[in-house]
């Protein structure tokens, strides 16, 4: 008894001492956010003042491994697990921005990969949905968006070339890895007037990142910037010689 009380003032002792060091850790991490909001998104072309004020709430250091926790607000993509990797905070605050998205509309991503993308995506609306080939990585995912009450994300293992049937239409679909083609299944399950964002190339080398939107029976396709993503593997690699 006498033993487990001083054990409970040893702990109580060292956590006193921990807390203001984590909550000094903490602020670190927000002003880094805040100075890559201002210096590479603001002043850059990032105009959606959503966009802007997301990207400065999502703790991107807690989606990466420890190593590169201190460079997660650089102006660079970082590796995850599996050969992976997470795209510079610039690409997913601009492919974000031309999401369109409107609160309440349903977002599906392809690519789930750290859960970064898809957290970023849940502040703009309740129904996220994402779709990650590797097992390990949609299990990771939805650990850490389970731990940081991203609720409102539904992650699932699978090919996300053919999309999520059962929550079909999308207002909005977002692939972060490429492809040499459009996923069909993916347009299908577009709503009318739905943007789909795709990086669509080589998937050896540079892709475009190309925005669609569903007129009707028409696509209006738009052409961004060259971009390089991981490829998408699967059934898109099936098909990519055919
Ligand atoms: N959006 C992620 C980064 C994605 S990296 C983030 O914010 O962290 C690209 C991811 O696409 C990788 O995790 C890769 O495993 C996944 N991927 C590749 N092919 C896929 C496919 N056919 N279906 C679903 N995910 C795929």
Request: aromatic share 8%.
């Amino acid at each position: 008894m006498r033993l487990c009380g001083w054990l409970m003032l040893f702990l109580g002792i060292i956590f006193s001492f921990l807390d203001p060091l984590l909550s000094q850790e903490d602020e670190i991490y927000a002003r880094r956010r805040e100075n890559m909001v201002r210096r590479q998104l603001a002043a850059r072309d990032i105009t959606d003042k959503k966009v802007l004020e997301v990207m400065g709430k999502v703790p991107r250091h807690l989606f990466v491994g420890p190593r590169y926790q201190r460079r997660a607000y650089e102006d660079y993509p970082l590796p995850i697990d599996e050969g992976q990797t997470i795209s510079q905070p610039y690409i997913v605050a601009l492919m974000t921005q031309h999401l369109k998205l409107k609160e309440g509309e349903k977002v599906l991503e392809i690519g789930t990969g750290s859960g970064y993308q898809a957290a970023v995506l849940a502040h703009l609306t309740d129904k996220v949905y994402s779709v990650e080939i590797r097992e390990g990585l949609a299990k990771k995912a939805a650990q850490t968006l389970k731990k940081l009450k991203y609720s409102q994300v539904q992650v699932k293992w699978g090919d996300g070339y053919f999309g999520w049937e059962e929550h079909a239409p999308f207002g909005a679909i977002i692939v972060t890895c490429a492809a040499n083609h459009i996923p069909p299944p993916l347009i299908d399950q577009l709503k009318d007037g739905g943007r789909l964002i795709i990086p669509v190339g080589s998937t050896l080398y540079y892709q475009t990142l190309t925005v669609l939107t569903k007129v009707g029976e028409e696509l209006r396709v738009e052409h961004i910037l060259g971009v390089r993503f991981v490829p998408m593997v699967g059934e898109a690699q099936k098909r990519e010689g055919k």
